[in-house]
């Protein structure tokens, strides 16, 4: 589980319960059901005119993505890869039709099965760069439906300000009616940017930072597969795919090899 979103989002209300608003009993100043439907409401209503019934199926899956972590390690992806160099240059590379069990992801699965059915370089490099594409294109969809609502919130709480200036104006004459039309005048936009900033925005970045940790891994996948499937000498293929490691894990990854080396002597 990720908590930096929710002990994030919690500490934000916090501050602004209780630094902003003054403490827990001013609340229910904050609260105004109109002016809720007209920014939060109408928004939704928005993105539902603008996004197909097939793209809200997908998108409780990604939203999942903000708090539960998926690990892309890719130090362990090279490793794996490695070892599927060291095995072709002894066994062949038809031998590592059944090491396939061990292989989590289905995009380096595929990949090495394409190898191992003797697939010409091009076509699988065509078949997992389109998979990449595809992969992207959805996560691009999700980033930015929270970026648009983002930016459509924000909208609805000026069209909710005006809505309330053209009420209290109109009803100048009544006292009575300047109060609540002040009220959502102001508290719309209070909403508006209460949406974007504290729930769209922060959203589609972590979305965004889960998306580029994946495509690293991908990128890390796609040179490891074709390295082995051209049958390139083990040491190279680490030596190729360390450069996408941090200098830490890099090192490391060195460092065990390097041992496994010496033990086999």
């Not at 989590?104 to 059915?117: C, H």
């Not at 974007?196 to 597969?225: Q, S």
């Not at 390295?227 to 090192?251: I, M």
Request: some cysteine; glycine content about 8%; charged content about 20%.
């Amino acid at each position: 589980m990720d908590f930096s979103g929710i002990i994030g989002l919690v500490v934000s209300f916090a501050l602004m319960i209780f630094i902003g608003f003054g403490g827990v009993g001013n609340i229910n100043i904050f609260i105004d059901p109109p002016s809720v439907a007209i920014t939060v409401g109408m928004s939704l209503m928005a993105m539902v005119c603008a996004y197909p019934p097939n793209f809200w199926k997908t998108l409780p899956s990604f939203l999942k993505m903000y708090v539960i972590t998926q690990k892309y390690d890719i130090a362990e992806t090279v490793t794996q890869i490695i070892s599927f160099a060291e095995q072709a240059r002894r066994e062949g590379i038809l031998a590592l039709e059944n090491s396939l069990e061990k292989v989590d992801d289905p995009f380096l699965r595929k990949g090495i099965q394409l190898a191992v059915d003797g697939t010409e370089r091009a076509v699988i490099e065509s078949i997992l760069e389109t998979e990449k594409e595809n992969i992207e294109e959805r996560h691009k969809s999700n980033i930015d439906f929270f970026n648009n609502l983002g930016a459509m919130a924000p909208a609805f709480g000026m069209i909710g300000t005006l809505i309330g200036l053209v009420l209290m104006l109109r009803n100048m004459s009544d006292p009575a009616a300047i109060g609540p039309g002040m009220a959502i005048a102001l508290i719309t936009t209070f909403y508006g940017s209460l949406v974007a900033n504290m729930f769209c925005w922060p959203i589609a970045a972590k979305l965004l930072i889960r998306h580029n940790e994946e495509m690293a891994e991908k990128t890390v996948m796609l040179a490891g597969i074709l390295a082995v499937q051209a049958g390139e000498n083990p040491r190279v293929v680490q030596w190729k795919l360390s450069a996408y490691l941090e200098p830490k894990a890099r090192a490391e990854l060195e460092a065990a090899k390097e041992r496994e080396r010496m033990e086999r002597r």
